[in-house]
């Protein structure tokens, strides 16, 4: 398995943004407003999948007092990481281009400032989704074994 690398995620939010913007200019005279604060479900969602992250790594290092992980839990967490990353991403990617759309013309158009708001909850939400994503995803990685106290005492047996 690889782990999801930003050069990635960077490339689905360039694309995104590519479409959103080719979109926008295409039809936005004829798109409702948007609501202010439309994009803070993937804020909710980036922070139970950190803190979902931080549940999972005390277990998965088998802290004391926590429960050992099942490896079909963990790979379930690594692929609702990888999925949720990957949608945080596009995401950011169509809220940046309705950003740099409406943000030039937000005194010209009466719309452009309220879906101004709602570009830039929606950007930032996006990014946090994509932080709790990569946090749960990183949480997910099995730690490293201790040296063998063999090795360590001088004892090669």
Known sequence: MRFTRPRDLAVAAVLAALVAHLLLIAGYNSL?????????????????????????????????????????????????????????????????????YVAPRFSDLEAAAGDTLAATVGLVSSAALIGGALWLEHCCRTPEEPEDPDKINGFRG
Do not use: H
């Open 32 to 100: 409702p407003r948007l609501p202010a604060f439309v994009g803070l479900t993937f804020l909710v969602l980036g922070g139970v999948e950190a803190w979902f992250g931080s549940t999972l790594r005390a277990r998965i290092r088998r802290k004391p007092g926590t429960l050992p992980v099942e490896a079909l839990v963990a790979a379930r967490a690594v692929a609702l990481a990888k999925a949720s990353s990957l949608a945080g991403a596009i995401m950011v990617g169509a809220w940046g281009a309705v950003l740099l």
